[in-house]
């Protein structure tokens, strides 16, 4: 049997700011909760919200040491973004080529 579709993609769950800061933070190192929510100025409940949308995007995983839970980034959804930021990459090439031209006086 296939794994079940996430419930958030991993477009949605880059689109707020704490959840980038939260996946810039896992990346470095494996955290819990209580740090994660110690950088933070919200409440623990919110960032168990936005770690949960981050789980269900498949962006974090979490485990249990005793009574302290983990999270750690799973980078592999990420993938996804950058196929979709390569597709324009074109086109950024174009323009930023055709700026070069202009102020090397090529265009001119």
């Not at 949605?12 to 800061?21: F, G, L, N, S, Y």
């Not at 936005?50 to 269900?56: N, R």
């Not at 980078?75 to 390569?86: A, F, G, R, Y």
């Amino acid at each position: 049997m296939t794994d079940p579709a996430p419930k958030h993609d991993v477009f949605q769950a880059i689109a707020d700011h704490t959840r980038r800061r939260m996946l810039k933070m896992l990346a470095d190192e494996e955290m819990s909760i209580a740090a994660i929510v110690g950088c933070f100025p919200i409440t623990r409940t919110a960032v168990n919200k936005h770690l949960q949308v981050l789980a269900d995007a498949g962006l974090v995983t979490s485990h249990k040491i005793g009574r302290e839970t983990r999270y750690k980034l799973q980078p592999e959804p990420l993938i996804v973004l950058k196929q979709w930021l390569s597709f324009y990459e074109r086109y950024w090439d174009d323009k930023l080529l055709a700026l070069q031209k202009y102020v090397e006086g090529d265009d001119v």
